[in-house]
């Protein structure tokens, strides 16, 4: 079985993405390099691109090790 879960809309100024705060600097360059292009500043966009690729890089691998935590068992938590 394989499941998505969406996150909630945001709608406040305290509201953040819902990984760590390390890979939050990936948001800011994805949003530079964006606009960047927009603008034809090819040089400030690449440069911002391939900060963004290196963090999902990063998060992707963050991602793929939180899967490997094993089942908690007992407790309440998972079965019995």
Known sequence: ISYTAQP??????????????AFHDGL????CAD???QDGET???QT???EYLAMEAALWKWVQ??????LMTGAGW???
């Open 43 to 45: 040089a400030f966009a």
């Open 8 to 21: 909630p809309p945001w709608g406040e100024d305290e509201d953040e993405p819902g990984f760590p705060e």
């Open 78 to 80: 998972g079965a019995s």
């Open 48 to 50: 911002a691109w391939q």
């Open 65 to 70: 090790d939180r899967e490997k935590i094993p």
């Open 28 to 31: 800011v360059a994805y949003a």
């Open 35 to 37: 606009l960047w292009a």
